[in-house]
């Protein structure tokens, strides 16, 4: 169905091609997987199936992409759009129109469908994906989740032949994302689409893959069933690395498989116990009572009460839209607060000004790069010290921490994920805060820079600082938390150590914790260090 | 047999508002004003939907009282004295000779007030009626509804519209964050952590949503010969040319007459064909378009009525249309604008109720 004849790309002022030389082909049905680390070229392949690369974006493709017998090269995206759907990773930046029914028949009009049958693939993709009740609502006023299966729906309806996503759950809490991707196997099974999909978080959807691929970042692709790829791979979901410990064979791609696998490891474990996560006596970095912010008629948080303790790591958890971003920000004084108090040794960060609320708590925002207006790395860090009255150099000291060579000369729009992350983390701590809240920070992140964001929180806890991490994935909080609040409908509805809240919840429990149940393991690490 | 409940094609909205606004600028009579204002509004409640921009009419209600107000306050100060009942006197500030002809309050006069009223009603009257239309009818599905030759120049409006708020939203984020940093710094560099992150985001936004359009088909030529669309092409650009030639020698009085209306009239006619064979090319469909119905006629008749009637009304009996200052006289409301308002109010009952979301009823 689709097919890559020595392809390589190469981008203007780049040194190297992205892809080099890369041939395989994916066979209609197939649900393909593509994996790699940040800027390793899983984007310019994904785009360059129906063409936007190079139609779109520039550079120069060598070799030949065929999907369904059609050229790239002589075919732009618009004329390949009835055989490849595209969904991007922000579905919201997509959207043409503005109700779920418009946006659903939008690339049929463009095909020239017949009104007639229009009307009836609009009803049936509605009811394929489950949006039926969504109909009518505004795209924008969707959750995460809805918006991202409209989006599927939406290039859906064109009837194309092959699906093409990228990262299509890392915005998502782990009960949406279970949505979008039953919906993606049930197209791949009942209606026989071919689906190529990049994810950074595999262990979601590695178990339901029939191919992996994977690009290493030399411009090279492996190219195998998954668990013959996984089991040489640098990166690799929990239940992979559990396997290549406990040696597995063949090694399990789902929780399920290792289960049946993990009788004689669980038997081997029986008597010992996970390390205890370091018990907190610090004192206490910030209090808040009876915390309300309300939007109109919509109570985003109500009445939470919050303590923090120094050099502790606390995961904010729950579903999109549960009041995670709006308690961050009261929190921190800056967004709104309808009533409430925070004391952050005995003062209220909303009742200072925005300089001195930001020495008490520091808050890294879900788009970290609205904070960044500056040309380069070095500018940004000058200009933080100044803003935070600090020396000049500290900034960039503790830059050089987070993220060791980090060239000052680069544009900040330039950077990685991780890296921006890493910018705006050091820009906030110049202000020395005792508090610091991050919201979604490993959003695009891969496995490698998440790894290395755990090493950082967990030095920041190290210093007495009390760190807060509004997340969804639960890998990460399985590996980084001390403590995890999980919040629904703006109230808190579970508070506690890590492994008590985590290991019994079917959404949030991690990997080795499903495996293992009920013994409370919760990350490889542990395990490993456990065994003889 | 009550009709279905259904949404009115918006053009027929538009055209009942139009309708209307001419009526009311034909007059300043208070009494026919306030019930041309009075019967949109009538409509408005019982024809709006429950849909976000139905909310937008109490804001040209309170515009056009604003208007009224400010109207009223205006011939305050600046002097109100021109005419025979004095109703109270305010102490009048000397300005130096260089304002003279400019007075600063002073005695003022019911003829005065009275005149700012009914110029201010008669604006704030016609901006209700644009604002009727606007809570009864969804202006992007109004765009929806444009010949398919301009359909791209349509969807790019569209597009527009909807980055519009997006902006806003934008703006607001990254001020909020810009707190986080601490907020400092005033003017240029202030503004400057602000525009540089938002336009970023919305160049951002503009390329994912190109890619986006592009890979679901938008701007698609499917079949059509490379002839075919040069030709479209070269009628369009030069009849818009001829447009463009024809206005300026219409406008400017001393380009030779031969230029004026035959160079306009070609130039129109060259984009007319131009758009007829490109419409003939655009292999594209509409998913539920709204229909033209009876209904849609009605409501377009009533308000093309009212207006009609007071243009009328202007050439037989112009003395109902614009009441007497001097003397001060009653407005009276005679017989052909009670029934021009008769008629707008119409739709409030010839038009289709709008539709109810299924779920509601389902709950209700």
Known sequence: MIEFDRVSVVYPHADRPVLRDLSFTVAEGEL?????????GKSTLLRAVNGLVPHFTGGTLHGRVLVDGRDTRTHPPRELADVVGVVGQDPLHGFVTDTVEEELAYAMEQLAVPPAVMRKRVEETLDLLGIAEL??????TLSGGQQQRVAIGAVLTAHPRVLVLDEPTSALDPTAAEDVLAAITRLVHDLGVTVLVAEHRMERVVQYADRLLFLPGDGTLHDGPPAEILASTPIAPPVVELGRIAGWHPLPLSVRDARRLAGPLRDALTGRVPPQRTVHSGGCALAARGLVVRYGALVAVGGVDLDLREGEVVALMGRNGSGKSSLLWALQGSGPRTAGRVAVHGTDPASVVPAKARALVGLVPQTPGD?????????????????????????????????????????????????????????????????VLLDEPTRGLDYAAKRRFTDIARGLAATGTAVVVATHDVELVAAMADRVVVMAEGEIVADGPTAEVVVASPAFAPQVAKILYPAPWLTVAEVAAALP | MPQLPRALHPGAWWLWALGLATAASRTTNPVILALIAAGAGFVVARRRSAAP?????????????????????????FGGGGGQHILFALPEVPLPAVAAGIRLFGPVAAEELLSGVYDGLRLATMLVCL??????????RLLKAVPAALYEAGTAVVVALSVAPQLAESVLRVRRARRLRGGAGRGFGALRAIVLPVLADALD??????????????ARSGATPRRTRLVTGVLVVSGLLGVCVGVYGLLDGTTPRAIGLPVLAAGLALAAGGMLVGARRIARTRYRPDPWRPAEYAVAAS??????????????????????????????????????VLLAVAPAWVAPPPPVERLTVAIA
Request: proline share 8%.
């Open chain 2, 131 to 140: 604002g009727a239309a606007n809570a009864l009818a969804n202006p992007k």
């Open chain 2, 205 to 218: 936004r503009s390329l994912a949503l190109a890619a986006a359009m592009d890979s679901r088909g938008y």
């Open chain 1, 32 to 40: 393909c997987l593509l994996v790699g680390g940040t800027g390793a």
């Open chain 1, 135 to 140: 109909r009518n609502r505004p795209l924008r």
């Open chain 1, 371 to 435: 904070l960044l207006y500056l040309e380069t790395v070095g500018a940004e860090c000058a200009a933080a010290d100044r803003e935070a009255g600090t020396p000049a150099g500290i900034c960039a000291e503790l830059l050089a921490m987070l993220a060791p060579g980090l060239p000052p000369g680069q544009h900040p729009r330039d950077l990685s994920e991780g890296q921006r992350l890493a910018l705006v983390l050091a820009v906030q701590l110049t202000a020395a805060p005792g508090v």
């Open chain 2, 53 to 77: 921009w139905a909310l937008a009419f109490r804001l040209y209600v309170i515009l056009g009282a604003l208007i009224v107000a400010g109207r009223l306050l205006f011939r305050v100060v």
């Open chain 2, 303 to 340: 308000g093309i009525g009212a207006g009609a009637l007071l243009y009328l009304t202007s050439t037989v009996d112009p003395a109902a249309l614009y009441p007497s200052l001097s003397p001060l006289a009653w407005p009276q409301l005679s017989l052909l604008p009670a029934l021009a």
